[in-house]
């Protein structure tokens, strides 16, 4: 068909490869043809008769080979270096020089002088951290870049200043674990990073007020870490630590145990002798109280060990709660039969 004038300029049709060309060998014409590329060579040649049928084929074929890291022995088939770290600022296009010999260990070493500043520096150490950090926690990815992110805004902005890099890092995760619905405990901070339970609530203070000031604001959101305005978020609460006690204990049936504790923890609220305990001690004894109740029981010294807290605190929260739980056990709440008459009494 040809191709029609379209306001007096006529167009050339879109170049389309004829798929129903076949490339035969003229002397064997064997079909199938039987044929090799030998890119080493660039030639294609019939392996019957060893004619060259074409030459200066292109190899079309991944480049899977690397030049770093080569006296290391390492298979890394990457084409291409790292990509860019959207947490650092400048192009980041710099050349690396290897870190082997005498004479490369001295340039490397002044290369590192000339092109890598402080600021840099820093942040790179506090992304390490944070992210060690994290890992060893089980907070996920998505708590580790939004902490990261956290971390450079404070950064970029100056705040903070006096506070050691440690506590600012356990700020920032404390807030991201929150800001990402998988939350964290100072106590839980202070034993991972070694900071002061006291020092790690002022840092949080500072950073909530500082986020709020910034409005959660665009560029937190350009970032893609929270996908709305930052909001303060209440205190940890039982109802929020019981999943994550219920997968630490091992239980055979951990949903369901999760769904009872969750619900007792929920309805504890309402009773007056747990009124300002620690949620750590009433998500655990809520815990012991619905693993009686599944029909998994568990000590009370092995929930005080997942709970961080001590067995005698786990047996007192429970203690107040078993003496209401006429009040929060109900029909309403609790639709299933459950075996309320085997409660332990401690």
Not at 1 to 10: H, L, N, Q, W
Not at 83 to 105: H, S, V
Not at 110 to 129: C, E, F, H, P, W
Not at 300 to 323: C, F, N, P, Q, W
Request: proline content about 4%.
């Amino acid at each position: 068909m040809s191709a029609m004038p379209i306001d007096g300029v006529v167009k050339a049709p879109e170049y389309k490869e004829d798929l129903n060309n076949i490339i035969m060998c003229s002397d064997c014409k064997e079909f199938p043809p039987n044929l090799i590329e030998e890119f080493s060579s660039g030639d294609m040649v019939c392996t019957t008769c060893g004619l060259v049928v074409g030459d200066r084929i292109i190899d079309t074929r991944s480049e899977w080979r690397t030049f770093s890291n080569d006296d290391q022995g390492n298979d890394d088939p990457s084409r291409v270096g790292d990509g860019p770290n959207l947490m650092i600022d400048g192009d980041q296009l710099q050349t690396t020089i290897a870190f082997d010999g005498k004479n490369a260990k001295n340039l490397s070493h002044l290369q590192n002088k000339i092109t890598q500043d402080k600021g840099s520096k820093v942040l790179l150490q506090a992304y390490r951290d944070i992210q060690s950090l994290t890992d060893s926690i089980g907070c996920g990815s998505q708590a580790s870049n939004a902490a990261k992110h956290i971390f450079k805004l404070v950064e970029d902005n100056k705040a903070l200043k006096g506070k050691s890099q440690e506590a600012v890092i356990a700020g920032c995760i404390f807030v991201a674990c929150r800001q990402t619905n998988v939350p964290r405990t100072f106590r839980e901070l202070h034993s991972l990073t070694k900071v002061s339970k006291k020092e790690i609530g002022r840092v949080f203070k500072q950073l909530e007020s500082f986020l709020q000031k910034m409005g959660g604001e665009a560029e937190v959101v350009k970032a893609s870490v929270f996908n709305q305005q930052y909001q303060s978020k209440g205190s940890t609460s039982a109802v929020d630590l019981c999943a994550r006690y219920c997968s630490n204990l091992r239980f055979n049936n951990p949903v369901g145990v999760e769904h009872v504790a969750t619900r007792l923890a929920a309805a504890s609220a309402t009773l007056a002798d747990l009124a300002g305990r620690s949620p750590l001690s009433v998500a655990a004894a809520c815990i012991y109280m619905a693993s009686h109740l599944v029909g998994e029981p568990r000590s009370s010294k092995e929930i005080s060990v997942v709970a961080g807290v001590s067995d005698g605190t786990v047996k007192t929260a429970y203690r107040y709660l078993y003496s209401g739980k006429d009040d929060i056990i109900t029909k309403q709440l609790f639709p299933e039969d459950l075996p309320v008459s085997k409660l332990p009494n401690n």
